[in-house]
């Protein structure tokens, strides 16, 4: 079992930047791959970001390519979302998932356990 928890989410306004933690703990968390969801009011949870075990390999949704950066401190046991350059259409319930496979994958049903999600908010 792995419990995580996520943190770092708030209201900021459009073009600013935030940076979400997501805190692993009760297994082996080097070992799982992990991702970034989100979902807005209204709509289906979407990836927007995943990372491999190493943190060698990462993908993103087109929609925060090169504006967002995930990353992982396996000696933390924590992954990050940095998020950049910000906009309205951000706003959402961002939530952390882990995978028992070593690798990310972009289809949310490919995760073992969810945290319980943070709220992130971008003002026009």
């Known amino acids: 079992q792995v419990q995580l928890v996520e943190s770092g989410g708030g209201l900021v306004q459009a073009g600013g930047s935030l940076r979400l933690s997501c805190a692993a703990s009760?297994?082996?968390?080097?070992?799982?791959?992990m991702g970034w969801f989100r979902q807005a009011p209204g709509k289906e949870r979407e990836f927007v970001a995943g990372i491999s075990w190493s943190g060698l390999n990462t993908n993103y949704a087109n929609s925060v390519k090169d504006r967002f950066t995930i990353s992982r401190d396996n000696a933390k046991n924590t992954v990050y979302l940095q998020m950049n350059s910000l906009k309205p259409e951000d706003t959402a319930v961002y939530y952390c998932?882990?995978?028992?496979?070593?690798?990310?994958?972009?289809?949310?049903?490919?995760?073992?356990?969810w945290g319980q999600g943070t709220q992130v908010t971008v003002s026009s």
């Open positions: 998932a882990a995978s028992e496979r070593n690798y990310y994958n972009r289809l949310d049903a490919s995760y073992d356990y």
């Open positions: 009760g297994s082996t968390f080097r070992n799982k791959g």
